[in-house]
């Protein structure tokens, strides 16, 4: 165990895939005074090479999911995603839609859903506080990694992020995917 | 008083990134409470680099990191020069190169976000260089000396005849601080229009580097608001400590009061600063002394 100053300073990359705005709204009205997730030592960013935490918000179209993966490869490890709003979490009400590819998990790993139509503030800042737990976990794999070779820390790091997972529930999407289909559905009928 | 000036400049080292990150993080809780937030914990300064420290190691070019360690070592070694009482002269021309280095570093990467950073890095040097040449003249044609030790063990304050320069000199910390309005080549805030400016490449502990050498910095440029205030008394410590930090909280609220001015307002204000209030200054010291 190292030092836990990466669950002290979490610093946000926020990219809109294809949202109505909505959920950008709300992912901005975290850092306002109502909100301020600066008490977290929560910044947001605007660079990927400095960014803890990704937040995408909109569902991945085939135009931009090459620009989602790059973000993501540019932050440094550890690094957490989380899917903001219903469209990142499953594609949302664009589902079916030609074009677009369903939720941020088509693409690279996500580690936090939040859902909701627009995602709440609160609910947003849930979600990277408990993201927090999962940047913990793979720090510390980072650490053992520095002795064991290369393809033994890859499975181990996998495993232990899986472990930590379950074990602690460290990072329970808010609601699960059937719970969220179900809210979609009742979203849709209104 | 060569033990005296180890012992100043062990402190410095040793006690320096710790005032500096405090410093920092009263600027961030200051600023929240400007804005009606509640703000970040003091020490958050120090759990940034902390976590930067421990994220993984990226560099676009191994050339960045040996340019950024040089930046380091000029920085530190100014401010070294400084407390141990050494030329002015001498501390100026380090700061300006450890400050290049920053520069070239930037441009290393080849990233255009860096690379335009470093271009208005350049234009802030050009900007505020010769209001700190005005600022060590000033001192030397006041007191006779360019030695911070004499300056410092000197009978009467710099501080009135200088006023002028001192007042320069605050204008340029804007500057050096890289506070609105003008933080045109790297900005502490959220959104700008060049991500980060000339840090944009520098990732994890290389960036963790920076800060602690802004640490040092920051102290380091603070003790020159000190040394206006210098008479070798208790009292003219205790005046130049506080104002040392009214100083800095000056730059705090004026930093939350602007937004970002273009270069060119930069440019043209700094150096109708040190011709108006420096020169003058200057002028006046020559006549009368």
Same mark, same amino acid.
């Given at each position: 165990?190292?030092?836990?100053?990466?669950?002290?300073?979490?610093?946000?990359?926020?990219?809109?895939?294809?949202?109505?705005?909505?959920?950008?709204?709300?992912?901005?009205?975290?850092?306002?005074?109502?909100?301020?997730?600066?008490?977290?030592?929560?910044?947001?960013?605007?660079?990927?090479?400095?960014?803890?935490?990704?937040?995408?918000?909109?569902?991945?179209?085939?135009?931009?999911?090459?620009?989602?993966?790059?973000?993501?490869?540019?932050?440094?490890?550890?690094?957490?995603?989380?899917?903001?709003?219903?469209?990142?979490?499953?594609?949302?009400?664009?589902?079916?839609?030609?074009?677009?590819?369903?939720?941020?998990?088509?693409?690279?790993?996500?580690?936090?859903?939040?859902?909701?139509?627009?995602?709440?503030?609160?609910?947003?800042?849930?979600?990277?506080?408990?993201?927090?737990?999962?940047?913990?976990?793979?720090?510390?794999?980072?650490?053992?990694?520095?002795?064991?070779?290369?393809?033994?820390?890859?499975?181990?790091?996998?495993?232990?992020?899986?472990?930590?997972?379950?074990?602690?529930?460290?990072?329970?999407?808010?609601?699960?995917?059937?719970?969220?289909?179900?809210?979609?559905?009742?979203?849709?009928?209104? | 008083?060569?033990?005296?000036?180890?012992?100043?400049?062990?402190?410095?080292? @040793? *006690?320096?990134?710790?005032? #500096?990150?405090?410093?920092? $993080?009263?600027?961030?809780?200051? /600023?929240?409470? &400007?804005?009606?937030?509640?703000?970040?914990?003091?020490?958050?300064?120090?759990?940034?680099?902390?976590?930067?420290?421990?994220?993984?190691?990226?560099?676009?070019?191994?050339?960045?990191?040996?340019?950024?360690?040089?930046?380091?070592?000029?920085?530190?070694?100014?401010?070294?020069?400084?407390?141990?009482?050494?030329?002015?002269?001498?501390?100026?021309?380090?700061?300006?190169?450890?400050?290049?280095?920053?520069?070239?570093?930037?441009?290393?990467?080849?990233?255009?976000?860096?690379?335009?950073?470093?271009?208005?890095?350049?234009?802030?040097?050009?900007?505020?260089?010769?209001? @700190? *040449?005005?600022?060590?003249? #000033?001192?030397?044609?006041? $007191?006779?000396?360019?030695?911070? /030790?004499?300056? &410092?063990?000197?009978?009467?304050?710099?501080?009135?005849?200088?006023?002028?320069?001192?007042?320069?000199?605050?204008?340029?910390?804007?500057?050096?601080?890289?506070?609105?309005?003008?933080?045109?080549?790297?900005?502490?805030?959220?959104?700008?229009?060049?991500?980060?400016?000339?840090?944009?490449?520098?990732?994890?502990?290389?960036?963790?580097?920076?800060?602690?050498?802004?640490?040092?910095?920051?102290?380091?440029?603070?003790?020159?608001?000190?040394?206006?205030?210098?008479?070798?008394?208790?009292?003219?410590?205790?005046?130049?400590?506080?104002?040392?930090?009214?100083?800095?909280?000056?730059?705090?609220?004026?930093?939350?009061?602007?937004?970002?001015?273009?270069?060119?307002?930069?440019?043209?204000?700094?150096?109708?600063?040190?011709?108006?209030?420096?020169?003058?200054?200057?002028?006046?010291?020559?006549?009368?002394?």
């Amino acid at each position: 165990m190292s030092a836990a100053y990466v669950t002290k300073s979490p610093w946000v990359v926020h990219y809109d895939g294809s949202s109505c705005n909505g959920c950008d709204i709300e992912v901005l009205a975290c850092l306002t005074p109502m909100y301020d997730v600066e008490r977290f030592g929560i910044i947001n960013c605007g660079n990927p090479k400095h960014a803890d935490v990704f937040l995408v918000t909109g569902s991945v179209n085939e135009q931009n999911k090459g620009i989602v993966k790059q973000i993501y490869e540019q932050m440094p490890e550890p690094k957490v995603v989380v899917a903001v709003g219903i469209c990142a979490c499953s594609g949302g009400i664009f589902k079916d839609c030609y074009n677009v590819m369903g939720g941020v998990d088509q693409v690279i790993p996500v580690d936090a859903y939040v859902p909701g139509c627009a995602a709440r503030p609160e609910a947003i800042i849930d979600a990277v506080v408990k993201g927090l737990g999962v940047l913990q976990a793979k720090r510390d794999a980072m650490v053992k990694a520095v002795d064991a070779p290369a393809e033994e820390v890859a499975e181990a790091a996998a495993e232990e992020v899986a472990t930590e997972e379950k074990k602690a529930g460290a990072v329970p999407p808010i609601f699960t995917m059937a719970e969220i289909k179900v809210n979609t559905m009742d979203f849709l009928k209104k | 008083m060569i033990i005296k000036a180890i012992i100043s400049v062990v402190a410095f080292l @040793v *006690l320096g990134p710790f005032l #500096g990150g405090l410093l920092a $993080g009263l600027d961030r809780k200051l /600023s929240a409470k &400007m804005q009606r937030r509640v703000g970040p914990p003091v020490l958050q300064p120090f759990y940034d680099v902390g976590k930067l420290f421990q994220k993984e190691k990226q560099t676009p070019t191994r050339f960045q990191d040996f340019y950024v360690i040089l930046f380091v070592v000029f920085i530190i070694a100014s401010g070294v020069l400084f407390f141990m009482g050494g030329d002015l002269l001498l501390v100026i021309f380090t700061l300006t190169i450890g400050a290049a280095f920053l520069i070239i570093a930037a441009y290393s990467s080849n990233s255009p976000y860096a690379e335009l950073g470093a271009e208005r890095e350049l234009l802030a040097m050009m900007a505020y260089e010769p209001m @700190v *040449l005005i600022t060590v003249i #000033g001192f030397y044609m006041y $007191g006779g000396s360019f030695r911070v /030790s004499e300056i &410092m063990a000197a009978d009467n304050m710099a501080f009135l005849p200088l006023i002028g320069i001192f007042f320069g000199w605050v204008f340029i910390l804007t500057l050096k601080f890289r506070k609105s309005p003008f933080d045109l080549s790297m900005s502490h805030h959220a959104h700008q229009e060049l991500v980060r400016g000339a840090t944009t490449e520098f990732v994890g502990r290389t960036m963790g580097w920076i800060e602690i050498s802004h640490w040092y910095e920051n102290v380091f440029l603070l003790g020159f608001v000190f040394l206006f205030f210098a008479n070798g008394t208790a009292w003219g410590w205790i005046i130049g400590i506080v104002v040392a930090l009214l100083t800095y909280f000056f730059e705090v609220f004026i930093d939350n009061c602007f937004a970002r001015m273009k270069w060119q307002f930069a440019f043209k204000s700094a150096w109708v600063v040190a011709v108006v209030l420096g020169m003058i200054n200057l002028f006046v010291l020559y006549i009368c002394f």
